[in-house]
């Protein structure tokens, strides 16, 4: 039971990879060393801080299931984009032979490069040991975002960064806060690998208190706590703490609502928090709707 339960909590956390950028916001784009493109004119060229052009530097592999759930999305933001200055460069740092056959069979819309004897991979990705990964280069020729292709919150800054609407600062002390959580996550894997119940739910605290609105957290939380055999009480200030977070966010008090019913739901009580919680949501989404008429 303790190791299956130790699994799933650290399952939880190592979805996120620990290891520090290379690259930070704010660093000038490398430049790129590619040996062979597709999808590319000759008369095109990658100009990073041109004024004019914002890029999308992809890092992905013909092998990685995930770098195939980007290609669709990639292509969308090629296709809605472009005609805005945006640029989308996939690179991989495998055999033309295998690129060229697959960016066909993928229909690959934007540039995809070979990479020039991994060069390209060794300044970019140095300490990132998971791929796709993306990094967001302004008119600037800065990097102002990186992260995976699919983040919900990327389509977003890109529209930022194309409106001239992007706050670099704001950017930076994201990075330092996630980095920040990046380590305390590594600390609380070691302690999980000790099953040091007690340092990890120290740790998974400092995580909360970094984003209090992750339902990742409380979930970790709400496992150690049962784990540790901890009453009803604390269990349940775990709850009241992570409602107060996301009070006034639709998802955030859908993953509230599903987390509190695998725990509970056994007393009338239970049931009338919960009804109670769906008939907040319900509200929420009621003023959205009246906010978009």
């Not at 999305?73 to 060229?100: C, F, M, P, R, T």
Request: charged content about 25%; aromatic content about 8%.
């Amino acid at each position: 039971m303790m190791i299956r339960m130790m699994m799933s909590i650290l399952f939880m956390f190592c979805m996120v990879s620990v290891n520090a950028k290379p690259l930070a916001i704010g660093d000038k784009a490398p430049k790129l060393s590619v040996k062979k493109w597709y999808n590319k004119k000759a008369s095109e060229k990658v100009r990073f801080g041109d004024g004019k052009h914002v890029y999308i530097v992809e890092f992905w592999a013909t092998w990685c299931p995930p770098c195939r759930k980007s290609i669709p999305h990639l292509n969308q933001l090629w296709q809605k984009y472009s005609s805005k200055g945006l640029v989308v460069i996939g690179i991989s740092k495998e055999d033309a032979a295998k690129v060229g056959p697959f960016v066909k069979k993928m229909q690959m819309k934007y540039w995809v490069g070979v990479d020039d004897n991994g060069k390209t991979n060794s300044v970019y990705m140095e300490g990132i040991d998971g791929i796709p990964h993306a990094f967001l280069i302004g008119k600037d020729g800065k990097i102002l975002w990186a992260g995976h292709p699919l983040n919900p919150k990327f389509e977003q800054v890109i529209e930022e960064v194309l409106a001239g609407k992007f706050d670099l600062k704001k950017s930076q002390e994201m990075e330092a806060k996630n980095q920040r959580r990046m380590e305390l996550i590594k600390k609380f894997q070691g302690q999980a690998a000790k099953q040091d119940l007690k340092g990890m739910l120290e740790t998974v605290d400092k995580i909360i208190a970094l984003d209090p609105q992750s339902p990742i957290g409380y979930n970790v939380k709400l496992k150690i706590l049962q784990q540790m055999g901890a009453g009803k009480d604390k269990m349940e200030a775990t709850f009241k703490a992570w409602e107060k977070a996301v009070q006034n966010d639709i998802k955030g008090m859908l993953a509230l609502i599903s987390a509190r019913s695998d725990y509970s739901l056994a007393s009338s009580n239970d049931k009338q928090v919960v009804l109670r919680q769906l008939k907040h949501v319900v509200t929420l989404l009621e003023q959205d709707l009246a906010n978009k008429k």
